[in-house]
T-cell receptor, first 114, second 113 residues
Framework: AQSVTQLGSHVSVSEGALVLLRCNYS??????LFWYVQYPNQGLQLLLK??????LVKGINGFEAEFKKSETSFHLTKPSAHMSDAAEYFC????????????FGQGTRLTINP | DAMVIQNPRYQVTQFGKPVTLSCSQT?????MYWYQQKSSQAPKLLFH???????NEADTPDNFQSRRPNTSFCFLDIRSPGLGDAAMYLC????????????FGQGTRLTVV
C-alpha cells in the first residue's frame, strides 16, 4: 500500500527565508506525487505534481519540488517565504493505474514570521 | 471557468437529522471523490465514483451514502449525523488515465448540534 510521511507537523520561518517542507513516500511502483496547499476553510489547491517527467518540478507561487527516487523523497521548497505562504501543505501520492486515489500525508502547517 | 462547486459552504444540522451535501463539476471528469477532513487532519477518502461505478472505502461507516445521478453531480448523504461527523467535506474530480491530479471544490463545513 502506498503511504506518505511528512516530517514536521509545524514549520515556522521568517519572511524572506528558505521554505523546506519534507515528504517521503512509500510505493511499490513509480507513483504520481503531488503537493497541495490549503488555506483556512478552503479546499485544496494543487501547487505542483510529479508524473515521471522531469525530476525537478516547478509549481505555482514560486514553489518547486525534486523527486529523488533513491531517497523516496519529494521535498517542497521556496527560496524566499512570503507572508501569504502561511497555510497547511499536504503531500500526496497516487497510483498511475485504476482510480488514482490520493493518499495524503498528515500535513505541515507553515507559519511565516514577519 | 471549469470548476468543482460544493453547496452549501457551511451546513449546520441537528444530531440524527439526515443531511445532504452536494457537488457539481463542469470539468466533465469521469471520477468523483468525497473526502472527510477533520480538524488539523489530512483528508480521508470516503468513496469515489468511476463513471457510475460506486467504490466504498473499507472503513467508511454505513451512515455515509452517496449518489451520482449524472456526470456532473454527486451527493453525500449522512443518514444520522453524530457529533463525530462534524468535519470539512471535500469533493474532488479527476480523469482516469490522466495525470492523477484531483481538482477540489471549496468544501462544505458541517457542524452537528
Amino acid at each position: 500500500a502506498q503511504s506518505v510521511t511528512q516530517l514536521g507537523s509545524h514549520v515556522s520561518v521568517s519572511e524572506g527565508a528558505l521554505v523546506l517542507l519534507r515528504c517521503n513516500y512509500s510505493s511499490s511502483v513509480p507513483p504520481y506525487l503531488f503537493w497541495y496547499v490549503q488555506y483556512p476553510n478552503q479546499g485544496l489547491q494543487l501547487l505542483l505534481k510529479y508524473t515521471s517527467a522531469a525530476t525537478l518540478v516547478k509549481g505555482i507561487n514560486g514553489f518547486e519540488a525534486e523527486f529523488k527516487k533513491s531517497e523516496t523523497s519529494f521535498h517542497l521548497t521556496k527560496p524566499s517565504a512570503h507572508m501569504s505562504d502561511a497555510a497547511e501543505y499536504f503531500c500526496a501520492v497516487s497510483d498511475i493505474q485504476g482510480a488514482q486515489k490520493l493518499v495524503f500525508g498528515q500535513g505541515t502547517r507553515l507559519t511565516i514570521n514577519p | 471557468d471549469a470548476m468543482v462547486i460544493q453547496n452549501p459552504r457551511y451546513q449546520v444540522t441537528q444530531f440524527g437529522k439526515p443531511v445532504t451535501l452536494s457537488c457539481s463539476q463542469t470539468l466533465n471528469h469521469n471520477v468523483m471523490y468525497w473526502y472527510q477532513q477533520k480538524s488539523s487532519q489530512a483528508p480521508k477518502l470516503l468513496f469515489h465514483y468511476y463513471d457510475k461505478d460506486f467504490n466504498n472505502e473499507a472503513d467508511t461507516p454505513d451512515n455515509f451514502q452517496s449518489r451520482r445521478p449524472n456526470t456532473s453531480f454527486c451527493f453525500l448523504d449522512i443518514r444520522s449525523p453524530g457529533l463525530g461527523d462534524a468535519a470539512m467535506y471535500l469533493c474532488a474530480t479527476s480523469i482516469i488515465r490522466g495525470s492523477g491530479e484531483a481538482f477540489f471544490g471549496q468544501g462544505t463545513r458541517l457542524t452537528v448540534v
